[in-house]
């Protein structure tokens, strides 16, 4: 993608953030009763986590936010705009979420998604991760990484 620019979240970045999150996510919203407000937060996320941001001449289009755990980084969030879709700025988040993993000496990534998001879970599974369990609508995948 032309002009794309991967960084750390700053906390002015939490009102652009947060609108590319829900347009992310509206197409779901209506059919997934346990969503949670995934950018309730994201300020919040921004002070106490890692969050960064992909932007195209200063608009905000995708955001990531990983948070380590004892033994595995969690990816808590990973948001593309519907506008920038399939343009493979998904799948730049998730490779930024494997090389800060492995820099900070990760090497299991951890996820929860939907079942209701097909698209989602195939776009993980091409991309090597392994389901590992199913309670109810989520679906828990991880990937080891780093040989």
Known sequence: MAG???RRAEQS????L????DAA???YAARLPDLPDVSADIAEEIAQHQVWVAEIDG????GLVIIPQPGFMQLANVAVHPNHAGAGLGRAL???AETESLDQGYRELRLTTHLDMPN???L???LGWRETQREGNKVSMKKLIGG
Do not use: F, M, P, S
């Open 18 to 21: 947060a609108a590319c999150i």
């Open 120 to 122: 989602n879970v195939r």
């Open 13 to 16: 970045d939490a009102g652009g």
């Open 124 to 126: 993980y599974e091409h």
């Open 94 to 96: 998730l490779e930024l």
């Open 25 to 27: 996510y509206a197409r």
């Open 4 to 6: 794309l620019r991967l």
């Open 59 to 62: 608009t905000i289009i995708g």
